[in-house]
């Protein structure tokens, strides 16, 4: 099955810098998505992206979706401690395959990065 | 506009138990997926379902699992006669039409169960 290589694994850093963080596979995949995910809690979408080489920003975040379409990045800017937690890259096959008969595959994730910010 | 529902939060079970999680679909989502995590690892993906029928259950283990999403109700997750190595916090996701660009799945709280 696709396996997502994430990295880093784990980040420390001061309150206000940048974060940059990357996810990339053997597989092509047709959607990239990155989650956030809180102690106890679910994993909350922040950026989809759908369309290779597409650039998107929510705030203060900007995720790639690569031109391969086997890689994506996140970066935070001016990070907050508020950005603690655990980010994940998730990727899917979407499109003509689920309505081929051939079934449908869920999202597959990365192992995550964990971020800490040091007031 | 209420999110993803699942409960319970919390299920504690002995060995050979049998565990049910439910799922409540966001309103007006007729896909629901189920992801299992364990401690430190990322959402491995279990099964997908529509309304009555289970679309792809690749992620299944093919013994004591079982999902269904009734036309009435919410999506189950059944685990039968469950071990210690089931304890894992399981995900449901809905989307409101797969193969579209607005597809996101959006995630529940999850349900912690732990086997003792």
């Known amino acids: 099955g696709q396996q997502l290589n994430q990295s880093p694994q784990s980040m420390f850093i001061q309150e206000g810098e940048d974060v940059s963080m990357n996810c990339t596979s053997s597989s092509i995949f047709n959607t990239w998505l990155w989650y956030k995910q809180d102690p106890g809690e679910g994993p909350v979408l922040l950026i989809a992206l759908y369309k290779a080489g597409e650039l998107t920003s929510n705030g203060r975040l900007t995720a790639q979706f690569g031109i391969t379409r086997k890689d994506s990045f996140l970066n935070i800017s001016a990070s907050i401690p508020s950005d603690v937690g655990i980010y994940f890259c998730a990727g899917e096959i979407v499109g003509p395959y689920m309505y081929s008969g051939g079934g449908a595959d869920g999202l597959t994730f990365g192992k995550g990065t964990h971020l800490i910010i040091q007031p | 506009n209420a999110g993803v529902m699942q409960n319970p939060r919390h299920l504690v079970r002995r060995r050979g138990q049998e565990a049910r999680l439910r799922c409540s679909p966001m309103?007006?989502?007729?896909?629901v997926y189920w992801y299992r995590q364990l401690p430190e690892e990322g959402l491995k993906f279990m099964v997908y379902l529509q309304k009555e029928n289970i679309i792809d259950e690749s992620g299944m283990p093919k013994e004591r699992f079982s999902a269904e999403f009734p036309k009435e109700g919410p999506s189950i997750l059944r685990i039968q006669q469950v071990v210690r190595g089931d304890s894992a916090a399981y995900f449901c996701?809905?989307?409101?039409?797969?193969?579209?660009?607005?597809?996101?799945?959006?995630f529940g709280p999850g349900t912690r169960l732990t086997v003792l």
């Open positions: 309103k007006g989502h007729s896909h």
């Open positions: 996701a809905s989307s409101p039409l797969p193969g579209q660009s607005t597809d996101t799945q959006y």
